[in-house]
């Protein structure tokens, strides 16, 4: 599956970068298309694995939520652990948690030892549907990196994690 397109080309971003560059000689030219490259990438990334998603009535975030659960010890955390997992906001994971409650797929389970606390948990239906869904997103995967070779996927996945340690990630 490709992508969905977004309406907007990257050749209009070069085109200014160039531009850009004649002006002012010395602009890091392809430090900058590098940046933006990755900036364009991200939300058609994120359009490739919501139209997937959308026969299911998710997207990428509430996937990921679920994905996060699943890998858990006896598939249950905090809610402030989803939040920090996924490196959103606190509203944001409230959110992302009451859409998962009411269509059943996690609980919220009060803490027995800490009536503060409570737990995020799947429920049977929330299990149900990730062995279902799960082969798809995995199709989706590969389809989608299939067009670099596994020395090509290697490389990258040490380049953007070199990267990523640049940012303080």
């Known amino acids: ?14 085109h200014a ?12 030219r392809e430090e900058v298309t590098l940046t ?3 900036l364009h990438i991200q939300p058609l990334l994120l359009g490739y694995f919501n139209q ?10 509430t996937w990921m939520a679920l994905m996060v659960l699943y890998a858990r010890p006896e598939e249950r955390l905090m809610p402030s652990e989803l939040s920090d997992a996924l490196a ?32 995020l948990e799947l429920t049977d239906s929330g299990l ?13 995967v590969r389809e989608l990196w299939a067009v670099f ?5 290697a490389q990258l996945e040490a380049l953007l994690r070199k990267l990523m340690q640049q940012l303080g990630g």
């Open 52 to 61: 997937s998603l959308a026969v299911h009535d998710m997207n990428e975030t």
């Open 88 to 119: 959103f906001s606190r509203t944001n994971a409230t959110r992302v948690v009451d859409d998962l409650v009411n269509r059943g797929l996690i609980r919220r389970q009060p803490c027995s030892v800490d009536r503060r606390r409570t737990y």
């Open 36 to 38: 933006r490259l990755l």
């Open 149 to 153: 070779s596994g020395e090509e996927r």
């Open 17 to 28: 970068i160039d531009t850009i560059a004649r002006r002012l000689p010395g602009s890091p």
């Open 1 to 14: 599956m490709k992508a969905p397109a977004c309406g907007h080309s990257f050749a209009a971003t070069e």
């Open 128 to 140: 149900a549907f990730i062995e279902q869904v799960m082969p798809e997103q995995r199709q989706q």
